[in-house]
Every structure is written in C-alpha cells, then in structure tokens.
Antibody, heavy 117, light 113 residues
Framework: QVQLVQSGAEVKKPGSSVKVSCKAS????????ISWVRQAPGQGLEWMGR????????NYALKFQGRVTITADESTGTAYMELSSLRSEDTALYYCARDHHGDSRYWGQGTLVTVSS | DIVMTQSPDSLAVSLGERATLNCRSS????????????IAWYQQKPGQPPKLLIY???APFSGVPDRFSGSGSGTDFTLTISNLQAEDVAVYYCQQYYTTPYTFGQGTKLEIK
C-alpha cells in the first residue's frame, strides 16, 4: 500500500517562502513521477508541476515558473515543493501525488499553507 | 495549455438512477504510443484528497466500484455513475495528462435529488 505523508500546516508572511515535504512509505519512489497540485479554499484543483526522481527531470506550470522549485531526495524517498514570494492568493491546500503515466494514483493528505500578514 | 471544460457545474440525481458527467478537452489527448486517451477522472469528498477513479479514459482504478465507468474519444469524454449511491455525493474532476501542464476541469458537484 503506497502512502504519501506530507508535512504539517504552515502560516507564512507575504513575500516569504514555504517548503512542503512529501514522504513515500513504500514502493519504488524513484521510478514514479511525483506531482504537486494545489486547491484554494472552495476552489478546484490546480496542477503546479512534477518531478521524475530517477531522471531528475522537472516540469512546471508556466503560472508558477520562477516561483516554485520541486526536488526529490531518493535516499529518503521524499519529495519537496518550495514556493517563494508568497502572496495571499497562495493560501491553499497543497497535495503531492504519485503518478503512473500522469494519472495521480496515490495522494498525500494535503498541507494547508496560509499566507497572512 | 489544454483547457478542460466540464458540464454541468452541478448535478442532482435520484438514488439508484444514473449520473452522466461530461468533460471536453480543447485539443486531442490521444496518446499515439498506445492509442489511448490521456484522461483521468477523480472523486473528491469534503475534507479529503482526490481519489482516482478512471485512467486512460475508460480503465477503472483498483478497488473502484463497477458502477463507475468512463468513455469517450476525440475531445469529448464521459463519466457515468450507474445506480447512484448516497456515498457518491462528491465533486468530480477530469484531468488530461497528455502533455504538461496536466490540466483539470473545473469540477462537477454531484448531489442527491
């Protein structure tokens, strides 16, 4: 059973950065892409980017390019998403998910990031 | 980016009846490698992460009840829920994974009539 466990909720000031982690409990972490998806309060799902750990390749949605950095540590089976220059509109639940061909089969529990002065 | 448009935005169906949810992509999402459409359907209940129901437009994910089925080709896709149960109340999203960014539809909220 694949489980993804994310780090806890964060409260950040506008202009600062946040780094969310996503640890895989089992399975071949490196072989599968990890995507990051966010959901603002009461809104839909928004794909931010993904990493294929074994290849080190990363793709970002254009909207977040320059502000988001997705990394992975194969030794610990953990993926990270760092978002910088935070603004109030970045307040959202951030999910990681393990993809197969692009379909996200296993999801983390979500990490609430609140941006407030 | 490929734009995904779902219809309707909300839907109320009686218990035991069939629900039909639609999704349209702004361009073809046919993956030539396997001749399958790169469409996934997710169910999201309040306070929970999304759950994958269908991938490759029509393949059910492991453990998904067989009342959930996906179909479609070209740019038009459908999720059908037969014999609607109370636990099926949720928001349903389609997603294309043909090319990055992997875009989602805006969601269809399914309720019981």
């Amino acid at each position: 059973q694949v489980q993804l466990v994310q780090s806890g909720a964060e409260v950040k000031k506008p202009g600062s950065s946040v780094k969310v982690s996503c640890k895989a409990s089992a399975g071949t972490f490196s072989s599968y892409p990890i995507s990051w998806v966010r959901q603002a309060p009461g809104q839909g799902l928004e794909w931010m980017g993904r990493i294929i750990p074994i290849l080190g390749t990363v793709n970002y949605a254009l909207k977040f390019q320059g502000r988001v950095t997705i990394t992975a540590d194969e030794s610990t089976g953990t993926a990270y998403m760092e978002l910088s220059s935070l603004r109030s509109e970045d307040t959202a639940l951030y999910y990681c998910a393990r993809d197969h061909h692009g379909d996200s089969r296993y999801w983390g529990q979500g990490t609430l990031v609140t941006v407030s002065s | 980016d490929i734009v995904m448009t779902q219809s309707p935005d909300s839907l109320a169906v009686s218990l035991g009846e069939r629900a039909t949810l639609n999704c349209r992509s702004s361009q073809s999402v046919l993956y030539s490698f396997n001749n399958k459409n790169s469409i996934a359907w997710y169910q999201q209940k309040p306070g929970q992460p999304p759950k994958l129901l269908i991938y490759w437009a029509s393949a059910p994910f492991s453990g998904v009840p067989d009342r959930f089925s996906g179909s479609g080709s070209g740019t038009d896709f459908t999720l059908t829920i037969s014999n609607l149960q109370a636990e099926d109340v949720a928001v349903y999203y389609c997603q294309q994974y043909y090319t990055t960014p992997y875009t989602f539809g805006q969601g269809t909220k399914l309720e019981i009539k």
